[in-house]
């Protein structure tokens, strides 16, 4: 079930025709957003079916609303449930946020106090989530622009309990550390090191703005150096992790992706190299 490794990127329908007209080697599996294809018929499901003959998948939420505090929508799991079984994914994955209340879903990914009743609240919701599935849940850590006086501990803390208390696993998103550290000024190789590597499932990687001194994870950027600097020091925290390229908007042409794919699979070699070689390469660059 995760024998999934390499390098993937976001299926997205800009990218359908290229996908299903010829293999694309440089993609060694594709990650779906399942809300997209949670739908009884249809084109999306159609174009599904044909990528999937080719390329391995893994299934990544944006709805679960595992912070909440409403009941777990037993439809929205019944549907996820036949999305899995239907691609049988490598993986399934959602986010450490709440998306809304009262019936209405507020199509964005709002953040939850770090407190212990908090976490209590996500482990117990995680584990009636697996219980469901069959299966562990992979969690993705947020990008988040202010924190809760409430707080009880840094979130990396929070995130290492959840996946501790709720035997689930992490979706380790290198840039959502780098914009979360830099808008409330911690070091995100902190972060990184207090995460047990044992638990990181998969890594994303993506871009970024800066609006009124925020940063602001808009996934229509190419990964910025920092961020490229924070992924090989995660790599020699957590050693070999699958590891893909989110685009959500202004989404290039597919070879630009499979560009910015490759710097990933060459930033992944140099940073599980020796570290007497690494030394070697940086003085032999060294003017």
């Not at 439809?75 to 209405?104: F, K, M």
């Not at 685009?247 to 570290?275: F, G, S, Y």
Request: hydrophobic share 40%; aromatic share 8%.
């Amino acid at each position: 079930m995760n024998s999934i490794q390499g390098f993937g990127l976001g299926l997205r329908s800009t990218h359908y025709a290229a996908f299903e007209s010829a293999p694309q080697k440089r993609v060694d599996w594709l990650e779906i957003i399942s809300e997209n294809y949670m739908v009884p018929g249809g084109a999306p499901l159609w174009h599904l079916d044909r990528i999937r003959r080719d390329y391995p998948m893994v299934m990544h939420g944006v709805s679960l609303n595992i912070g909440g505090t409403e009941p777990l929508r037993m439809n929205y799991l019944r549907d996820l449930l036949a999305l899995v079984r239907r691609i049988e994914p490598g993986w399934v994955s959602d986010h450490l946020c709440w998306t809304g209340t009262q019936g209405v879903n507020m199509h964005d990914l709002l953040p939850l106090p770090y407190t212990r009743e908090a976490l209590l609240h996500v482990c117990e919701r995680i584990q009636r989530v697996q219980d469901i599935l069959g299966r562990r849940l992979v969690i993705e850590n947020p990008s988040t622009y202010v924190a809760f006086q409430a707080d009880h501990m840094p979130e990396w803390e929070f995130v290492s309990e959840m996946l501790r208390l709720a035997d689930c696993e992490l979706l380790l998103d290198v840039n959502n550390v780098y914009v979360s550290s830099v808008n409330h000024g911690f070091d995100p190789r902190h972060y990184i090191d207090a995460i047990p590597a044992a638990r990181v499932r998969q890594i994303h990687l993506a871009g970024h703005e800066t609006h009124d001194g925020y940063l602001i994870d808009t996934h229509d950027h190419p990964v910025c150096p920092a961020v490229w600097q924070l992924y090989a020091y995660t790599l020699q925290h957590c050693g070999s992790v699958p590891t893909m390229i989110e685009r959500d908007d202004n989404i290039p042409p597919l070879p630009e992706l499979l560009n910015e794919l490759d710097q990933a699979r060459l930033v992944h070699h140099q940073a599980l190299m020796p570290a007497p070689t690494r030394r070697a390469i940086a003085e032999a660059c060294t003017p």
